[in-house]
């Protein structure tokens, strides 16, 4: 996967090369530099350092790895957070550039870099995460490389507020309200007085805790209504097994009128798009050997959170995301939080693919791609 968004310890991340947040001078403390260079070997770590000497802020140098399961360790300095106004987010923007490029150097195909400067140094994780998924995403458009952004845990990270409260309310109304309907949708068969008094009163309850939960006005028990399931209509006296409407269609004659397949419906809408498909295969965070899977096998149908991203990188409005979907017999529904992110970004009109599976790693969902 080209880009990845995790939460683990950096020290035990698998990569070519690692990011490390460093001192200016050949020295380290606490926090992510710290943990680098214990877990690489610090007297040998600190050894190599000093023959960099001093690194200046927005630059990037490197060491061995040792220890660490990687080729190389990317030293680069981040910016100490004053106001936003002393070059602190340009610093930053060259710290993920920098690194990036000496990766690329060096002929590393993957590389993990944690929240530069969002420790000790005061970088708000907002921004901070903002300038680091620009900077990848540009580098990403003309290099294949796998970069993973590494987080200790969610305190760590942060998306923008406004857009995380918006997405909030809008699970809410959905998945919690369908998950709601669920439990307590009334059986076919009318229950015992006590069990609909029970069902009332917890609904009630949970309706309180989630205010955007928008069912339909509760009656009081003894004035609830059960439907009755309608019964099919009876077939017509003169009507005939096999003629007219009723004539059964044969195994063969739906497998001679099988519907577009997901390839063929993929590349088509590619074509339409005007995309090539470097460049959708690459908005959708999908690496090179994958699409080639999907063009060259015409039954190859990838996972849904693969279409989902193609979707995203196509700009597909709702409507052709669910075409697209049941291609491959998949459905959007509201019984998953990925499902609803994605229905929301798309309906917004939120495409990038990096801002998408920010929010889903927001809510502790699998990333697209």
Known sequence: MPFRIIRDDITRVRADAIVNTANPEPVFSSGTDGAI???AGAEA?????KKIGRIAPGEAAVTPAFRLSAKYIIHTVGPAWIDGRHKELEILDSCYRKSLLLAQQLGCESIAFPLIATGVYGFPKEHALKIALTAIRRHLESSEMDVTIVVFDRSAYQTASFLTQRVEAYIDEKYVSDQLQAEYDSSPHKPSDNRNRRIWERRKQRQSEYPAYHAAPMMEPDE???EIPKQSAARPAHAKPGTGSDKKT???DLIN?????????LLRMIDESGMTDPQVYKRANIDRKLFSKIR???SYVPKKNTILAFALALQLNLDDTKDLLSSAGLALTNNSKTDLIVRFCIENQIYDIFEV??????????VLG
């Open 37 to 39: 260079y214990h877990a």
């Open 45 to 49: 770590l600190l050894e190599e350092r």
């Open 224 to 226: 609830a209504i059960h």
């Open 250 to 252: 044969t195994l063969e």
């Open 257 to 265: 009128h099988l519907g577009e397949t997901f390839q063929a419906r």
């Open 296 to 298: 060259c096998n015409e």
């Open 357 to 366: 599976n920010a929010l889903l790693f927001k809510f502790d969902q699998p």
